[in-house]
């Protein structure tokens, strides 16, 4: 690859003969053109219409790396790509919570793009890792909606930003791989307004990414693809999302309902059965031309905003790799240090590197995001070259697959003991081979290959320090062997620099500022979703609700082997001096908290402090603490700053199941500030006004609403004073039993004053105020 410059926003416009009006276009279009804007003309390109001058455009996957197939296309990884730059994995970046960071990357794969003729990027995924057992949980930020909307909105304003459009997916409730393109999620409102929609929203109201990518599962029963409530109310109507709704590859089920639910583009192409369905309901009346306009137009306005541009090959993929190399070290974390076990020193006694992994590493994930890399640098290399000073020494320890013979393994493991004999420090990397998670199905567990247990076993009985080097795209089962090393670093999968980076974090060139975006579980068998996941009959209930990641961990006081926001640093940091400030006390609260972060260390180091916010009188059960905002402090040793973050109302606030809209209820919050949500170093309580939820009343409301409702209530005590019905809402034994009847039915036992009458005209009145 060359160097060749590639153009901004401002300077990668169309050629003059591809400019073109999509109204006017529209206006002259025929059906039959319509309609076949409708699918895609292949595997990768839209339809053109030559005409009147409508080229077609190129899209491709690539969240962590464009794969882009110039010629022959699947959606699954099976067929090679053209070479590009291999980024860390979702996973990895977001344990970098650093939103810079994703920028640049979202701007380099847009240059890249550019490069190879890509007009739009596939990606990111903001789908919530529910289960650490998903197979595309790799592909994914995070297991908390802040942290994947914040990381999300980074990355599409930097594709965006330099002219390439990109492909919010997959929308809505896509956790599992297992039965993906049948299976119902079945998933209160509440639920998806606060854990599977508001990263989606988050991209969407900032951002407006150029398409939207609907999800191959049912949400309640209904495919994504041709929800009307999905698509257009939530996506087009509340969020006010103005670009095109497209097909995840083979999820449209019926195509005209899918028209007319508000999915635009459907891909691949068909091969005429999409066309052929919607032609079909044009006759019988099910489907209007109207409503074909509206997809048309918006196909039609992709493509003229598009740049339409050639395949040169030309982007600086120096430049790239190391940003690639920064984007690594930035998302390691450090797990476990003990005795100081890291950083390497340039000199000392022999180090014992063993593992597969060092030599043949595992860069990125299967599937639609196996990217084809411009270059790959392994561990093992980078080690030499840094550690010169040292004697280095490599055993591979284990094979990459299963189906080895023992009698071969048993070798492999006892190379390995050899070599760590004579060490002072053995270096193991360990992780998960290709096979164990992908694109298309689920893990059956979170444990590493027994093979690599056993060597991990067989190295610490003889050696004085052992450090574990772990490659994964999703949590391992840590607990039973991590007593075993003295540090532990989660490298994730790293892109194709991750070598050098890992060597640049394990050597202290890079201070590890990483921290887990996804809680590390002691067991699988604690995760929420367990029992509930994949589910069966193709319906997977999601009976956890709210609850999922650390919100249930937490709220649950569940031990686990790292919570979420963890991370090490070869520094240490202090909090202090919190202040939190109302800015406004209406129904839409907003509020400053500010304090201080003080590295107390010797070396500069990053700290990323996460602000939790825990509501105190919630009238709904409510998660321990929910992460609401974070600040990434880059801090020389001895040095302070202060960060000031303003959290708005929809940081206090909770989906009402009945009102069915936000609310941030009156009473008291407390601000959490720490270095993950279990280490918590500060705290501070501000009471708001905020709303005071009034239900909607009717003579089958309880008593307790009637007797709550600011209007109704001071009317029914009057009427009830000095009768058995006030004696049995007050008396301690009776009232909670009581208070939870339907008024109208206490209203028919005899001797009782409230008639039904009486009941209707007061709700009507309150009704009117």
Known sequence: MTSTPVPTTSEATQPEAQRFDPATVLAELTLEEKISLLDGEDFWRTTAVERLGVPQIMVADGPHGLRAQIDDGDNLGILEATKAVAFPIAAATASSWDTGLLRRIGEALAEESLAL??????????????????????????????????????FVEGVQSRGVGTSLKHFAANNQEADRLTVSAEVDERTLREIYFPAFEAVVTRHQPWTVMCSYNRINGVHASQDPWLLTTVLREEWGFDGLVVSDWGAVVDRDRAVAAGLDLEMPSSGGSGAAAVRGALEAGTLTEAEIDVAAKRVLELVARSAHPSYTGDFDEAAHHALAREAAAESLVLLKNDRGALPLAPEGG????????ARSPRFGGGGSSQVTPTRLDDAWSALQERLAGRELDFAPGFALSDDVDETELAVLREEAVQAAQGAATSLVFLGLPDAYESEGYDRDHMDLPAQQIALLEAVAKVSEQVIVVLTNGSPVEIASWQGHADAVLE??????????????????????????????PLL?????????FPGDGEVVRYGEGVLIGYRWYDSRALPVAYPFGHGLSYTSFAYSDVQVTV????????????????NTGERAGKEIAQVYVRDEDSSVFRPERELKSFAKLALEPGESKTAEIDLDARAFSYWHPRLRRWIAERGTFTLDVGPSSREIALSASVDLEGELVVLPLDPDSPASQWLAHPQAGPQLAEVIAGTRLETMLTRPESARMIAAIPIRRLSRFPGTPVTEEWLERVSAAVAGN
Not at 524 to 532: C, F, K, M, S
Not at 583 to 598: A, I, Q
């Open 350 to 357: 022999p180090v014992a590197v063993i593992g597969e992994f």
């Open 524 to 532: 699988l068998e604690h995760n929420p979703a367990q029992g509930n």
């Open 117 to 154: 003729g890509v007009s739009v990027l596939l990606g990111p995924g903001v789908n919530m890792k529910r289960s650490p057992l998903c197979g595309r949980n790799f592909e994914y930020f995070s297991e908390d909606p802040h942290l994947a909307g914040e990381l999300a909105s980074a």
């Open 491 to 520: 490298a994730w999968l790293p892109g194709q620099a991750g070598g050098p980076a890992l060597v640049d974090v394990l050597t202290g060139a890079v201070n590890p500022s990483g921290k887990l975006a996804e809680t590390s």
């Open 583 to 598: 800015l406004d006390d209406g129904v839409e609260p907003s509020v400053r908290v500010r304090f201080t972060v003080t």
